[in-house]
């Protein structure tokens, strides 16, 4: 009797322990998978860590998403066009239900913006700017119309720019700025097939968010994104929380 009491114990251990992991893998796949694509503001290029506290592993965290970050740093828009043919992204495109983008700067600092930030500062002029942008809008039209292709159910957010500097270079950087951004909202106007989040008003005029190397956020930077995009997130239904859970804290970058 005790033996076959002991053998039913063992069994109906061994079926709730299938019950409970056959519950942990549904509860899993019902989490919202958020992927970030895009530059190295999406990467984390301003913190050593950025795999393990990034703003978007924070946001992550705290909504309990599944979570994938595909940003490379130094990615233009024209090279994120070309990566969403990869293989492997295209998969996590499919498999996502949130997809953060963060493109547009790179494509000013690859094309000589010392010299066209010099000219417009001595000038005035700042019209060497508007081609950059107008391919900037066509690749960002390109990449929304690719993504809505692959996977038509995701939300998609485009972050807007920011201007990093506190220095000389501020008014010309933020010719930039303001150009990228109204060709961001005119890409929505056109195709709807996106929501943006102001991580522009964010970052912008508070140095102290900015890391050492003069362009990407800092810790702060990262913890203050992650909090607006919590909240953006809430207000989209996306998410409950709005206070960010950070496990590893996020460490700025020395030099």
Not at 7 to 22: F, H, R
Not at 50 to 59: H, M, P, Q, T
Not at 169 to 184: K, P
């Amino acid at each position: 009797m005790m033996k076959k009491m002991k053998k039913a114990a063992a069994v109906i251990l061994a079926a709730a322990m299938i019950l409970s992991l056959c519950a942990f893998g549904a509860s899993a796949a019902k989490r919202p998978t958020y992927l970030l694509l895009g530059d190295s503001i999406a990467y984390g290029q301003g913190i050593v860590n950025s795999r393990d506290a990034c703003y978007g592993r924070i946001v992550a965290n705290t909504n309990n998403y599944n979570y994938a970050n595909d940003a490379i740093s130094g990615t233009t828009s024209g090279a994120l066009l070309l990566l969403l043919k990869d293989d492997e992204i295209i998969k996590d495109v499919k498999k996502a239900d949130i997809i953060t983008i963060s493109t547009g700067g790179n494509d000013f600092l690859t094309r000589n913006w010392i010299g066209m930030g010099l000219k417009g500062i001595a000038t005035g002029n700042y019209s060497d700017l508007d081609p950059i942008v107008a391919k900037y809008k066509k690749n960002l039209t390109s990449i929304i119309k690719r993504i809505g292709k692959l996977n038509p159910k995701a939300t998609v957010i485009v972050q807007t720019i920011y201007n990093p500097h506190n220095d000389i270079w501020t008014d010309a950087f933020q010719q930039g700025v303001d150009r990228m951004n109204a060709a961001i909202k005119a890409v929505k106007k056109a195709t709807g097939g996106f929501e943006i989040a102001n991580v522009g008003a964010v970052i912008s005029g508070h140095p102290e968010y900015i890391a050492i190397d003069t362009i990407h956020p800092n810790a702060k930077g990262n913890i203050a994104i992650a909090e607006y995009m919590l909240k953006f997130l809430k207000k989209l239904g996306l998410g409950t929380k709005t206070v960010p859970v950070i496990k590893v804290q996020p460490v700025s970058i020395a030099s």
